[in-house]
């Protein structure tokens, strides 16, 4: 009897549990959709919500709107990390070269001076500093192919190594590309870098203006939504399996037939491109490129953001770049200047912004002890990083002879 | 994991006598002596005394490397706090200049070097015990990431107390002290410094030659559970490799205040990263290596600043780690402590 009764009851709609089963179905056999529509909210509410206090309280509309753009640089270098530090494992501390070089390769194009040392004059050939901007575009793609080379050429030798001294390689390489920059002074500036760059110009809009944040934003949005769109695809793709079997086992993965070195290079030469899209970008947000934008504190926030989001998900990558962006510049200047008018005795003394690193060197420290897997984390990672942990534990409680390091996921 | 004798002496194993051996013997020396021909004596020895700096760090790099596999990011800033405790501790007894009694000098000297090496073993010690003790079958990443985070941590530490600004480190050292040796004016520093430097890795060759402690710590890094078998208590021998280690870059923060008299919060990264290079070149795990690379990257930096390239110092030395990556990565020496490429 009771049996029969329900049954209509059932029927009458979907509850809520089945409607959010289909929400769920829907978004994963359309990933690339689901993210589109996701940015798109995600950009449309971001504006929105800091035309009203508490964020007109901290600075204007504007300048927040300026602020979620470069935000948003900071995003896609996380997003490019993510792919070789947490997809495939690969520890690379020399990040911000490759922004570097993304950076320059823009100015050389578009400036007066790189026209100079290349001695081609495209600025004028695409008709003047205003109109060149169109150039911008397909200098994106130039941009990603040139730091993929470089990619490519310090990761041909080196990846063959351990992670660890990859890890120290890409540190020297780091130092070495800025370097290089500062003093090779005849083709570079040196010191005071490369000025004057051309903004970037649609066809019909005309060119972007150092006033008017919103073309820079949605350039921004386009951008981390398009590579996010490309990190989703690779990451669940064949390349993308043979990157997190070799960041689990790498012997492993060589056995089954992944060639190790081309998919590591593959790795170390997409998350370069990112790289270089960043770099291009931001050259032409801030017209100007120097070698002391690219120092190791930027290869190390980069690495931050990807450890605190959640190394492997790209998701939480790009939450916690966009969040840890915007807990430096805003809230800590904030913080700030909060104390400086209020004028509380020690706070005021403090230096909040200098304090960053402290926070991030701590926050990092932390959150290996914690939580390894990141705010936001990739499940599998997860799964790997506790089983080691809880296998260490056992350890201390005496099983010496059981497992050895060589046992478990590198 | 192969397992390799803990008293055994692969270096010293039946050495080939031939063209190749004969080679591996004059070669360095001609080399010393063509150096030695184009920079001339003064600059000889300041390229000995950046070695031997370079030397007592890279040797806690290879220390911990041959015993836990981490790259101990943050031992570099270990220098740069070391040379901190010791201006402090001067400033605190009232010096500021010079010292020109010899009897006071060499207290003083013994005070700073035992105050900071102390200091600096337990700041080791407590750093391993709660931030990488943890993670030692955790995935390699995650002691690496954590390494780097205690290397800001120490740094941002500093800067909060001393300021972003250089700070001046007493030199107690008379720098008006020469002694001639073939018509060159070599400055006493420079000697007392290589003397304390080399004197350390003779220390240091002895406790891990010869005593338990040293034998213990050779097994560890041979084989850790093996050892763990045998009786000996690996969490006591990795506390003490980073205890001597710690304590060795303390020394060499010492030594670098008296001969450049500023220390500078961010000092420790550059002088890190050579100091690792120096250790790779050497043969990781390898503490003669490490000596050995110490002084090499001494003469490659002082060399570039004699060619008139002085600001591409950084990038040769970076240079050469790659090379040596690439073409060695065995390093000149090998290992010696464990057996892991």
């Known amino acids: 009897m009771s049996v029969v009764s329900d ?307 790209f998701w939480g990558v790009a939450v916690g770049a966009f969040v840890i962006y915007t807990i430096n510049n805003v809230l800590l200047k904030t913080l700030n200047q909060f104390f400086d008018s209020a004028g509380i005795p020690i706070l005021r003394d403090v230096d909040f912004i200098q ?20 705010l936001f984390p990739n499940s599998r990672r997860r799964r790997e990083l506790h089983t080691a942990i809880t296998e260490s534990e056992q350890d201390e409680l005496g099983s010496v002879a059981g497992t050895t390091e060589e046992d478990l996921p590198q | 994991m192969t397992a390799v004798p803990a008293t055994s002496d692969a270096g010293h194993a039946s050495p080939r006598v031939g063209l190749g051996g004969v080679l591996r013997i004059v070669l360095p020396i001609l080399l010393l002596i063509g150096t030695y021909e184009y920079m001339g004596p003064e600059q000889f020895v300041n390229a000995l005394t950046r070695g031997a700096i370079y030397a007592l760090i890279a040797l806690g790099y290879t220390m911990v490397y041959g015993i836990i596999e981490l790259i101990n990011f943050a031992h570099g800033d270990m220098f740069m706090v070391g040379a901190f405790v010791s201006l402090s501790f001067l400033s605190f007894l009232g010096f500021t200049g010079a010292i020109t009694d010899i009897g006071l000098l060499a207290v003083v000297l013994l005070a700073t070097f035992v105050v900071s090496m102390v200091v600096m073993g337990v700041i080791g010690v407590l750093i391993e015990r709660f931030a990488y003790k943890p993670l030692r079958r955790a995935p390699r990443l995650a002691p690496l990431i954590t390494a780097i985070g205690v290397s800001f941590i120490l740094q941002n530490v500093v800067q909060l107390f001393y300021g972003p600004y250089q700070t001046n480190s007493p030199k107690i050292f008379p720098d008006t002290w020469f002694i001639e040796i073939a018509g060159a004016r070599i400055p006493v520093l420079s000697l007392f410094i290589i003397a304390v430097a080399v004197g350390l890795m003779i220390a240091l060759q002895l406790f891990i030659g010869r005593t338990r402690l040293g034998r213990s710590m050779r097994a560890t890094a041979a084989d850790r559970d093996a050892a763990a078998l045998m009786g000996v208590n690996i969490n006591r021998t990795i506390a003490i490799t980073f205890l001597i280690g710690s304590a060795l870059a303390g020394a060499a923060g010492v030594v670098n205040g008296l001969q450049y008299g500023v220390a500078t919060f961010n000092d420790g990264f550059q002088a890190g990263l050579k100091a690792f290079t120096a250790a790779v070149l050497g043969g990781i795990g390898n503490t003669v290596g490490a000596a050995l690379g110490g002084f090499i990257i001494g003469f490659i930096e002082v060399i570039a600043v004699v060619a008139g390239y002085g600001r591409w110092g950084p990038a040769i030395v970076f240079g050469t780690l790659v090379i040596v990556l690439v073409f060695r990565p065995a390093g000149l020496l090998g290992q010696q402590l464990g057996e892991r490429a």
């Open chain 1, 7 to 313: 049954l209509p009851a059932k029927r009458r709609g979907p509850s809520l549990s089945d409607r959010r089963a289909r929400l769920n179905e829907l978004s994963s056999r359309h990933r690339s959709w689901s993210i589109l529509v996701g940015m798109a909210i995600v950009g449309a509410v971001l504006p929105l919500i800091v035309q009203f206090p508490p964020f007109t309280l901290a600075q204007a509309p504007n300048a927040w709107i300026d602020g979620f753009t470069n935000a948003g640089v900071f995003v896609l270098l996380a997003l490019g990390l993510n792919l070789v530090v947490g997809v495939a494992g690969l520890l690379d501390l020399g990040y911000a070269a490759f922004f570097a070089i993304g950076a320059y390769t823009y100015a050389y194009v578009a400036s007066p001076f790189g026209n100079s040392i290349l001695g081609i004059d495209i600025l004028n050939a695409l008709g003047g500093p205003n109109n060149a901007g169109i150039i911008f575009w397909p200098m994106l793609l130039v941009g990603a192919g040139v730091a993929a080379l470089f990619g490519v050429l310090l990761g041909a030798p080196t990846l063959r190594l351990r992670g660890d001294y990859l890890a120290i390689v890409t540190l020297g390489f780091g130092e070495i590309v800025p370097l290089v920059f500062l003093n090779s002074d005849r083709i570079t500036n040196g010191t005071n870098g490369i000025g004057g760059l051309a903004r970037p110009a649609l066809p019909i809009l005309g060119g972007f203006s150092g006033i008017d944040p919103w073309p820079y934003y949605l350039t921004a949005l386009a951008l981390v939504t398009v590579v996010m769109m490309f990190c989703y695809r690779l990451i669940e793709s064949r390349i993308g399996r043979a990157w997190e079997a070799i960041r689990e086992d790498e012997l492993a993965a060589a056995a089954n037939g992944i060639n190790t070195v081309v998919a590591k290079l593959l790795a170390f030469a997409l998350g370069a491109s990112t790289a270089g899209i960043a770099g291009v970008f931001n050259a032409s947000k801030l017209v100007t490129v120097s070698p002391d934008q690219f120092g190791f504190v930027v290869s190390f926030t980069i690495l931050a953001m990807v450890v605190l989001g959640g190394m492997g998900n």
């Open chain 1, 355 to 374: 304090l960053q690193f402290l926070l991030y060197g701590l926050a990092l420290v932390a959150m290996m002890l914690l939580r390894p897997e990141g």
